[in-house]
C-alpha cells in the first residue's frame, strides 16, 4: 500500500520542460500589436512547460535596447523581437544571438543576417499589391495620391512605401504629396488636416488602417464631400469592431490588405527551437486584398472565428479546473492508502 501511494502521488509533474521566452515589442499600444500579443498568448497555453516574458518599449529604441539586454542578461532561453526601428535595434539583437539566444524576428526586420529566424509578411510586395490596386484607380487625367507614412525607421514602412513606388513608377500622370503619421491615429489626423485643401485629392494610401481611418475622419470634419469621393487604402486588415475588415465593409476605407500578425507562428516556431526540432531561416506569411467584394463574408468569417476561440478558451479553462480537483482527488486517495498502511 505504501509503495503504490508512492506512486500515484509521483506519478505527475517532471515530465513538461519549463522555458522562458523573452518578448521584446516595440509598443503594445496600438490593436495589431494587440491582436499580435494575444496571438501570442492563446498559442502559449497550449505549451504549459512555456512561460513568456513580455517587454513593452512603448516606441523608443533606447527602451527597446535596455530591455533586450536585460532579457539577455536574465538568460532567458528564446528572445522574440519586433523591432521599433530597425537600424537602432540591430546592434542589442545581435548580441542576444551572439550570447548563443535563439532569437525570432518578427514583423520589422533587423539590418543583420545574425538571427535564428525571421517570420512575417512581405511588406515589399504589400505595397506594391496596394501600388497596382491604386493604378487600377486612376484617373484619365492627372491623379493626386496621398501617401501617409508610418514611422520612417521601421523596416514596414519603408518597405511598403517602395513596394508602392515601383508599382507606379513610369507614370506621368500621378501627382504623389507625402503625409507623415508615424503608425498614430492622432498624427496623421493633424497632418493631413495640415494640407488645407482636399479637392484634388484622388486617392489616400496610408501605413496602416488606422491612419487611413483618421485621414477620412480629418476630412470629413472640413470637406464631407471630398472625404466621401476619395478613395482611402490602408493596411492591416483587422478584424473587429471598428477596425479595417469592417470600415471596408461600410465603405469608409476602399481597400485594406491583411498584415498577419505571426504572433501564433513566433511561439510555434519557439517551442520547436527550444525542443531541438530544426527550423527555417524564414517563415513568409501571407497577405491578401480586402476590398468591398470579400468584405463583408470575410469579416462574418472572423466573428465565427472569434467565437469559436471564445469558445475553446472556456473549455480549456474548465479543463484546467476539473484537472486540478482531480489531482486534489488523486493527492487524497494516496494520503488515504498511506495512512491506511501506516494503521
Ligand atoms: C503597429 C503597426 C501596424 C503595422 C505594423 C507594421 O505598430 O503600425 O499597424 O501594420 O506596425 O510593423
Not at 533606447?62 to 540591430?90: H, Y
Not at 471596408?248 to 504572433?263: E, I, K, M
Request: net charge negative; aromatic share 8%; with cysteine.
Amino acid at each position: 500500500i505504501f509503495i503504490l501511494s508512492l506512486t500515484i502521488s509521483c506519478k505527475r509533474g517532471g515530465e513538461e520542460k519549463e522555458f522562458v521566452v523573452g518578448i521584446s515589442h516595440s509598443s503594445v499600444n496600438d490593436s495589431w500589436r494587440k491582436a499580435m500579443m494575444l496571438d501570442m498568448q492563446v498559442k502559449a497555453s497550449d505549451y504549459p512547460g512555456m512561460t513568456l516574458e513580455m517587454k513593452d518599449a512603448n516606441e523608443d529604441n533606447d527602451t527597446q535596447i535596455k530591455q533586450i539586454r536585460e532579457l539577455v542578461k536574465k538568460k532567458v532561453d528564446l528572445i522574440i523581437i519586433s523591432a521599433n526601428e530597425s537600424g537602432p535595434v540591430t546592434t542589442a539583437a545581435v548580441e542576444a544571438y551572439r550570447a548563443g539566444i535563439p532569437t525570432i524576428i518578427i514583423d520589422r526586420k533587423i539590418y543583420s543576417e545574425e538571427y535564428t529566424t525571421f517570420i512575417g509578411a512581405d511588406n515589399y510586395e504589400i505595397g506594391r499589391a496596394a501600388g497596382l490596386f491604386t493604378n487600377s484607380l486612376l484617373k484619365n487625367g492627372k491623379t493626386t495620391i496621398v501617401e501617409i507614412w508610418g514611422r520612417e525607421g521601421s523596416s514596414s514602412a519603408l518597405d511598403r512605401h517602395n513596394g508602392f513606388s515601383d508599382a507606379l513608377i513610369h507614370n506621368d500622370n500621378i501627382i504623389l504629396k507625402t503625409v507623415y503619421g508615424r503608425w498614430h491615429r492622432d498624427e496623421a489626423k493633424v497632418n493631413i488636416a495640415a494640407l488645407g485643401s482636399f479637392e484634388d485629392i484622388d486617392i489616400v494610401y496610408a501605413h496602416n488602417d488606422v491612419m487611413a481611418l483618421a485621414a477620412r475622419e480629418a476630412i470629413m470634419e472640413v470637406n464631407p464631400q471630398a472625404a466621401e469621393r476619395i478613395k482611402f487604402i490602408g493596411i492591416d486588415a483587422l478584424p473587429g469592431k471598428g477596425k479595417g475588415i469592417e470600415a471596408v465593409r461600410d465603405g469608409y476605407l476602399t481597400a485594406s490588405f491583411v498584415y498577419p500578425t505571426g504572433g501564433s507562428t513566433a511561439i510555434k516556431v519557439a517551442w520547436q527551437i527550444l525542443n531541438g526540432v530544426p527550423v527555417s531561416k524564414q517563415y513568409a506569411l501571407t497577405s491578401a486584398l480586402i476590398d468591398k467584394d470579400n468584405a463583408g463574408t470575410i469579416y462574418l468569417q472572423t466573428e465565427q472565428l472569434a467565437d469559436y476561440q471564445e469558445q475553446i478558451e472556456k473549455q480549456r479553462n474548465n479543463l484546467d479546473k476539473m484537472f486540478s480537483e482531480y489531482r486534489f482527488l488523486q493527492n487524497s486517495v494516496g494520503l488515504i492508502l498511506l495512512l491506511l498502511g501506516v494503521v
